[in-house]
């Protein structure tokens, strides 16, 4: 806990932050890179948290530099996390008590960076008073989806979120997280997310969308050739008849007359 000569986030100074550089979601202290769910998820899932930062008028962030106090020694420094909510701000003077909601996407491939996602991130936002706090946990063989935190007294109160439950945001208005039946669950997807009531669907949902409405429509075309084909062929199949029937018409009248010339009438079906 913060002592009372310890400096509160109030006063962190809002300097130009310089570290932009790095390999994106790659943790340079640990040397490890993000899990294939954790890209997956990060892919998906940051366009449809900044198109509702935007629609909110907040700015969102996604391993840019912040200007943190660290929780052990009050040192003003610089951390990043996957998903940040926060005010409108100048992103490259990002302070801690810009915050409004931060997420952090947990790998779980090396466990020194499990406990960094979790243990030390949680204790970080929380140290600095950030209002929610959320860990979400990507990959398909882990049994957690996400715990969410609100700040209540100074301290995180976690709420963990089971399958088929849904969390709201109380600091982002309209957003709110719904944890997937275990059934739907696949590496990167556990979580669907909506804004104001209504479901943002992920790139792959949309193109999965898409590739099956290109089916369908090649589908269609296709039955459409086939009745197409289908009508020619019954229209080449009546015009034989025609020339069939036609081609006997005029056998029997070369017949006819012949019988003609030959003096016998011919019998034109009568009684």
């Not at 979790?118 to 929380?126: A, C, G, S, V, Y």
């Not at 709420?159 to 208005?173: H, I, L, N």
Request: hydrophobic residues 35%.
């Amino acid at each position: 806990m913060r002592s009372e000569a310890q400096v509160p986030p109030s006063k962190l100074e809002a300097r130009p932050h310089t570290a932009f550089d790095g390999t994106p979601y790659f943790d340079e202290e640990l040397q490890v890179a993000q899990s294939r769910a954790h890209s997956i998820m990060a892919g998906e899932s940051l366009p449809i948290f900044s198109a509702i930062a935007t629609e909110a008028g907040l700015v969102f962030m996604s391993d840019e530099p912040i200007w943190f106090l660290h929780p052990e020694t009050d040192e003003q420094k610089a951390f990043y996390g996957d998903c940040v909510f926060a005010r409108p701000i100048e992103t490259t003077r990002a302070t801690a008590r810009d915050l409004l909601l931060v997420m952090e996407i947990v790998s779980t491939n090396d466990r020194r960076k499990e406990l960094k996602d979790t243990r030390f991130q949680h204790l970080l936002n929380e140290y600095n008073e950030v209002p929610e706090f959320a860990l979400v946990f990507p990959d398909l063989d882990d049994p957690r989806a996400l715990t969410w935190h609100r700040l209540v007294d100074g301290r995180y109160e976690a709420q963990v979120v089971a399958p088929g439950g849904r969390v709201t945001s109380e600091v982002v208005a309209g957003l709110e997280l719904l944890v997937l039946p275990r059934e739907r669950w696949s590496d990167g997807y556990k979580l669907d997310v909506y804004y104001r009531g209504e479901l943002r669907p992920r790139l792959l949902g949309e193109r999965a969308r898409a590739k099956q409405e290109k089916a369908r429509a090649e589908q269609e075309k296709a039955r459409a050739e086939q009745e197409k084909a289908r009508a020619e062929q019954e229209k080449a199949r009546a015009e034989q008849e025609k020339a069939r029937a036609e081609q006997e018409k005029a056998r029997a009248e070369r017949l006819a007359q012949r019988l003609r010339e030959l003096g016998v009438e011919p019998d034109d079906g009568g009684a």
